[in-house]
């Protein structure tokens, strides 16, 4: 039986900074989409009306997406250090570019903003504003990265949103209020948004992790979010349809080639196995929340972008094959009012 999965009643929000989370090795695997496993637990694939099972199977060879001839595009291109940088006038050929191999599967990661930015417009809503029209009647699907609780648990729930707090203390208060936005902005555009819905054993798994709580939240996000977005491309298989699906979140769990330290926190080998190659990692970065700190220094793209050059363009960076960072030219102040918080997506 589908469950609906509704824009509204209070969730609990996770939010992956530099800051609060990059510090311990990881705690626990996350799955592989093979047929020879024991089933997992149903709640999510359930919200997409797709048995577990189905969203372990990949691809057939003879159904896999064909790859279609680049297309040209009206952007000066150059080198950025080792990697390939372009520039567009506009949001749509940006996108296009990154969408040229036609993947299935499309893992936008962010770096949320942090207290103190909330008169700069948010990732989010950039991302909401400028690229998520340009999928209308391309995109199935929207996985956003906000746990929903379960009411089954309540205690569970409760205890990993106190794991939760040293992680969203100091970010900008506006972070899950433009995710509940997002969500309504895709609806609104014929993209289906879901929340991650772990099981309650998942909750429980988190609660009584410990010092390691952290850890184990975060493989649990890239583990139900790899299960959702199998789960959206098998229902989309199974109807003959190749649209896209989406997953939104921090911009650690949609790498292709993660270190060995946080591999368990990103669900991107999962998809690229999953879909046969028909996935694509693309990071946002808004320039004004760019920082001169360690971790921002340590990105590697940091030392070859100049965030005031050609300010008022959309910039793509090619880092690797299947791998984009693209930067939105530089914006007014926030003038979206946010949703308020009782308006946060449930189940």
Request: net charge negative; glycine share 8%; proline share 8%.
């Amino acid at each position: 039986m589908r469950r609906a999965v509704r824009w509204q009643g209070p969730v609990v929000a996770c939010w992956l900074t530099a800051t609060g989370c990059t510090s311990s090795p990881l705690s626990a695997a996350s799955p592989q989409a093979s047929e020879s496993e024991a089933p997992e637990p149903c709640s999510a694939d359930e919200a997409l009306a797709v048995p577990c099972a189905a969203a372990r199977q990949p691809r057939d060879a003879g159904s896999a997406v064909p790859l279609a001839a680049p297309a040209p595009h009206a952007a000066r291109v150059e080198a950025c250090g080792p990697f390939e940088c372009r520039f567009f006038d506009g949001a749509g050929p940006a996108l296009e570019f990154v969408l040229e191999t036609r993947p299935v599967a499309l893992g936008v990661g962010e770096a949320h903003a942090m207290a103190g930015s909330e008169h700069i417009t948010s990732t989010a809503l950039r991302f909401a504003d400028a690229l998520l029209p340009e999928l209308r009647g391309r995109a199935s699907h929207l996985v956003v990265e906000l746990l929903s609780p379960d009411p089954r648990c309540q205690e569970a729930t409760r205890d990993v949103r106190r794991v939760q707090q040293p992680v969203t203390a100091p970010q900008s208060a506006h972070n899950q209020n433009d995710y509940v936005e997002l969500g309504r902005r895709a609806r609104s555009l014929g993209v289906e948004p879901f929340v991650l819905s772990p099981s309650c054993d998942e909750y429980r798994a988190i609660a009584a992790a410990g010092s390691a709580a952290i850890d184990q939240m975060l493989v649990t996000i890239a583990r139900v979010t790899s299960r959702m977005l199998r789960g959206a491309l098998a229902k989309n298989h199974a109807s003959g349809s190749d649209a896209l699906v989406i997953g939104y979140g921090g911009a650690l769990h949609n790498d292709i080639a993660p270190d060995a330290a946080k591999k368990e926190w990103s669900y991107g080998p999962d998809l690229v196995e999953f879909t046969r190659g028909g996935y694509v990692e693309l990071d946002l970065i808004v320039r004004e929340l760019i920082r001169d700190t360690d971790v921002w220094r340590a990105l590697p793209w940091y030392a070859f972008f100049d965030p005031t050059r050609e300010s008022s363009r959309f910039l793509v960076m090619r880092t690797a094959p299947g791998r984009y960072v693209l930067f939105f030219p530089g914006g007014p102040a926030r003038s979206v009012p946010s949703a308020t918080s009782t308006d946060a997506p449930g189940r």
